[in-house]
């Protein structure tokens, strides 16, 4: 079983920069894959977009448009943690942010690819 935990969320100015953090426990094999996905005001609950997702071996890496260029997903092994560096954050990033993971990935960019979910961070950005 691997349990996965948020932080790093906060509200922020457009412009700005967060840098949020997943930190894993329980066994992660080398084709676990991490990813980020978030969840927009008004929203339905199941209705989660993708953001970014990491391959753990290998590191190959997985934007949604909107976020190349501006966002960074990246791994510390040692820590068994996945972090989403966030920079010049637009109002409409503004959304609840998800950690997600699974083995054997074969798509990233869907949701139910994955079996784990962290209870997600809040990130709100003022315009």
């Known amino acids: 079983q691997v349990q996965l935990v948020e932080s790093g969320g906060g509200l922020v100015q457009a412009g700005g920069s967060l840098r949020l953090s997943c930190a894993a426990s329980?066994?992660?094999?080398?084709?676990?894959?991490m990813g980020w996905f978030r969840r927009a005001p008004g929203k339905d609950r199941d209705d989660r977009e993708f953001?970014?997702?990491?391959?753990?071996?290998?590191?190959?890496?997985y934007y949604r448009d909107s976020v190349k260029g501006r966002f960074t997903i990246s791994t510390d092994s040692a820590k068994k943690t996945v972090y989403l560096q966030m920079n010049t954050l637009k109002p409409e990033d503004t959304a609840r942010y998800y950690c997600?993971?699974?083995?054997?990935?074969?798509?990233?960019?869907?949701?139910?690819?994955?079996?784990?979910w962290g209870q997600g961070t809040q990130v709100t950005v003022s315009s």
């Open positions: 997600a993971g699974a083995q054997e990935v074969q798509r990233p960019q869907l949701h139910y690819a994955y079996d784990y």
């Open positions: 329980g066994r992660l094999f080398g084709s676990f894959t």
């Open positions: 953001v970014a997702a990491i391959r753990w071996n290998g590191g190959s890496t």
